[in-house]
């Protein structure tokens, strides 16, 4: 029988358990704390489909839920449970291209919930005023399918290793991976390369235990704390910095990049590293950019010359 999954509980990989009915599979060991369920630290924990349920439970399937159009089930930002299926076709649909019915469903059957969880209240305190309903849904559901897939890349990292020497993997919090990149150093402590989905694109920044989330990136000149995100790991023997200053250009580097993230268009973000106030900070360049900006100090500075990840 699978056990129900417990607060102040070491987890190791491999371990399945149980929580509001709905079975998880471990992504990362740790010890569990009170605030970090499974729902809503997708870092740690995958949710299993119901196919693939282990022990008593697999018995106990429930059937298919329906959706009263009603209007009686609560806000899609109320749910307390995830009772819809989408596919990986799905998933690569921005959320204003989905029909009005398929909407519906995501939103009663609490299939944007995993994205509000993680984004978690203090996202919408932050930003969200400006927006209406219909754009709050559209960023939930963009940085769901970010988390979904950084999700798959962790898993496929934890099943089958490395396959090369940079990965993004998931973490949370404050905990770093034991063979994460230093991308730089502050007073002395190595400064990590972290990225995270901000409205609509995916921004590189930084990580470090000493953070007040774990992370930071930086957007539009103001410095992000983020408690989920993806770290860099790997092995420094397959990568070098190289040199370069003002708008990047990929073609004069003599190597290739390491893709960091992407803006909301989609144009590349490659990872740059550059020192400021006594520090090497990591931060984001690209060919749009007038140079490396890294966040720090509660906003983004923007330094000339700087150097950039690339693979050996």
Known sequence: MVAQWEPGTQYN??????????????????????????????????RLPESAWVGDQQQQQQPPPTYNQGGDQKPWNEQSSQQVHIDHEERKKNWFDLDDDRKKQLEIGGGLLGGLAALGAGYFAYKEHEKSEEE???????????????????EEYHRNGPRGPATWILNHGRNIPQNAIAGGEEHGEPLYIARAYYEGGIMVGKASARLKKGAAIGFKHDEIDVETFEILIGDMRGLRWVDTSGHLDVQ????????????????PIYIAQAPHHGGIHPGKASAVLDGAYIPYDGTEKKVKEYRVLCYA
Do not use: C, M
């Open 13 to 46: 990989l491999g371990d399945v358990v149980v929580y509001e009915g709905a079975q998880y599979k471990i992504i990362q060991p740790h010890r569990s704390q009170s605030d970090w369920t499974p729902p809503v630290t997708p870092a740690l924990w995958g």
């Open 136 to 154: 709050k849904k559209a960023q939930v559901w963009a940085f769901q399918n970010w988390l979904h897939d950084a999700q798959a890349r962790t």
């Open 252 to 267: 004069s580097l003599g190597a290739t990049p390491v893709e960091g993230g992407r803006e909301s268009d989609g144009s």
